[in-house]
């Protein structure tokens, strides 16, 4: 499975901005999506995550309240709404795919595929 991120960009604080995760083939219809994320000099970090195979989403606390993530099965795509951007949320944005563990969605260990990120970068 191969994954495309896109969507970021240069945004200004308290903007809005729509990222998407589409995938090369049919995802497993109970896997998990996730976003990660990089900002530099740090370590990649869980963002928010949905399951395909049913309604459950799960978001870091950095994001929860602010963002939205959402899935179009039909076009094998996981879409990530951050609002009220802020200069902590500049970093490279990763999505990934592996199966439902049913234990944790938070660890890059959980996923298997991963695409090849996209710059969002928030100036205040």
């Known amino acids: 499975v191969q994954l495309q991120a896109s969507g970021g960009g240069l945004v200004q604080a308290g903007d809005s901005l729509t990222l998407a995760c589409e995938a090369s083939t049919r995802v497993d219809s109970d896997a998990v999506m996730g976003w990660f994320r990089q900002a530099p000099g740090k370590e990649r970090e869980f963002v928010a995550a949905?399951?395909?195979?049913?309604?459950?989403?799960f978001y870091s606390d950095s994001v929860k309240g602010r963002s939205t993530t959402s899935r179009d099965n039909t076009k094998n795509a996981m879409y990530l709404q951050l609002n009220s951007l802020q200069s902590e949320d500049t970093a490279v944005y990763y999505c990934a795919t592996g199966q439902w563990n049913r234990r944790s969605v938070t660890f890059e260990t959980d996923y298997e595929y991963w695409g090849q990120g996209t710059q969002v970068t928030v100036s205040s």
């Open positions: 949905i399951r395909l195979g049913g309604t459950n989403k």
